[in-house]
Each structure stands twice: as C-alpha cells, then as structure tokens.
C-alpha cells in the first residue's frame, strides 16, 4: 500500500510531519514550512494565501491545517469547498500540542510512532526545568508595533511553566493580546523574548530602546511561536537566558 499523500498548510504540522520521518509524504506545503524533507513538496503559497486548486492538483489523501494560524479558518472552509479531506488543528496549550502529534500520527497510520515522540517531547521539556528563588514572569512578544503578546491561553504558558516560569500575561484571556508600553510596565516582566512572527530579522535592540530596564532575548518563532517538535528548540533558548537572570 502506497503511503497517504499528505498537504500541509502550516509550518508546525510540517515539523511534526518531519519529526516523524515521513516529509517525503507531504505532496503541498506552505510557503513559510522549512522542515527537511520537503524538496519534493509543491509550494501553494503563505499559510494565509493557500491556492487550493493548487493544493487540489497534488491530490492530496489529507490535507493538515491549524488554526494555530490566526485567519486560517479562510483557508479552512476553501478547501472544505474543494471537496477535500481536511484535519484541522486547534491547540490552545502544551498538552494540545501534544496531543495534536499524536493526532496527526494517528491519522496517517503512525499512532505508535507518534506516541512515542510525543512522550520524548515533553520528557526533553521537562528536563530543562531550573530552579528558581521564584518563578520568573517571562513576556513572549509576538509582534512590536503595536506590541502583542502572549496572553493565558497560549501553549507559552504550558511551555514557560515546564521550566520554571510563568508568562508575565496569564491574567489576561484570548491567545494573544496588544499592549502599550505602560501595561507591559505593569506586567513586571523579568525577561522579555523577541520572537516575531513572520519577521525576517529579529531586532530586540528595539525593544531594549524602549527604557523598561527588562533583559531581552530573542528566539525565532520556529522555536515558540509553532506548536510543534521545535518548541524543544525555543525552551532550551529560554532556559539559557532564565538561568542568567538576578532575581530579587
């Protein structure tokens, strides 16, 4: 039996598709998807502009989409149109995303395979935990102008609180939120985290010229920003920097 033909919209699934070695099955893929293993796949656009005659061309068996993405639910009901067969992600927090890899492997005949990368990922996670004199408040900033952020219901404050921290924003509800300068000021960060979406150069220079006194590091959003097999990547970023912090 031939593997599924697999089209995958976002970059996170590709990284899970990659993770468990079958990025030779992915037929389409996104233009923002760098996983290895894709050379063959055709590229039907940003995950937010998917052509999907394009996608329909490849004749796709599955077709992986997130709303992990904001927007895509667009791109979702286009391909639902086509007439395709389509899963669509939605984690919210870390053990979503855990549950997505296992979703994704059962969907394509790789359950236990699936399983046991999603128990590898989050033992790996739970490894980098430090010990800290109090929890430091991490602000994972998505975008600078205006400033968004993560807020309560992001996989960053599973992720942030496996090693340790909390995310600076957990009071506040919704997956993201913009900010101006004073209520970053109120959220008392101890550690701010560059990590632009879709920016093609990361500066926290300019985060850093805004006086807050906060120490800045940046992590691609390869590493935070998908739900995926890489957020190992972004964690052990972040430990680094939460391990040279002074609290008081």
């Known amino acids: 039996m031939s593997p599924p033909r697999i089209a995958s919209l976002v970059a996170s699934n590709s990284d899970i598709l990659a993770a468990l070695g079958v990025s030779g099955w992915v037929v389409a893929a996104d233009h923002h998807s760098d996983a290895p293993g894709l050379e063959g796949a055709r590229r039907v656009g940003l995950d937010l502009d998917i052509d999907v005659a394009a996608v329909a061309a490849t004749r796709p068996d599955l077709v992986l989409a997130s709303l992990s993405v904001p927007g895509q639910e667009r791109v979702?009901?286009?391909?639902?149109?086509?007439?395709?067969?389509?899963?669509?992600?939605?984690?919210?927090?870390?053990?979503?995303?855990?549950?997505?890899?296992?979703?994704?492997?059962?969907?394509?005949?790789?359950?236990?395979?699936?399983?046991?990368?999603?128990?590898?990922?989050?033992?790996?996670?739970?490894?980098?935990?430090?010990?800290?004199?109090?929890?430091?408040?991490?602000?994972?900033?998505?975008?600078?102008?205006?400033?968004?952020?993560?807020?309560?219901?992001?996989?960053?404050?599973?992720?942030?609180e496996v090693l340790g921290a909390e995310n600076a924003l957990a009071g506040r509800p919704g997956r993201s939120t913009p900010l101006s300068l004073d209520e970053v000021r109120a959220a008392r960060p101890d550690l701010i985290v560059c990590s632009w979406c879709g920016a093609k150069r990361l500066r926290p220079e300019l985060i850093e010229a805004r006086g807050l006194g906060v120490p800045v590091v940046a992590v691609h959003e390869s590493g935070l920003g998908r739900p995926g097999p890489r957020l190992l990547e972004g964690a052990g970023q972040l430990r680094a920097a939460l391990q040279g912090l002074k609290l008081d």
Not at 95 to 113: M, P, V
Not at 122 to 151: D, F, H, K
């Open 76 to 160: 979702v009901q286009g391909v639902r149109d086509a007439g395709l067969p389509v899963l669509v992600l939605d984690p919210v927090s870390l053990q979503d995303t855990l549950q997505d890899i296992r979703t994704i492997g059962g969907a394509i005949g790789l359950a236990g395979r699936a399983r046991e990368l999603a128990a590898t990922l989050e033992a790996r996670l739970r490894a980098l935990r430090g010990e800290y004199s109090r929890p430091p408040r991490v602000l994972v900033e998505w975008w600078p102008r205006p400033i968004i952020a993560a807020t309560r219901d992001s996989w960053v404050g599973g992720l942030l």
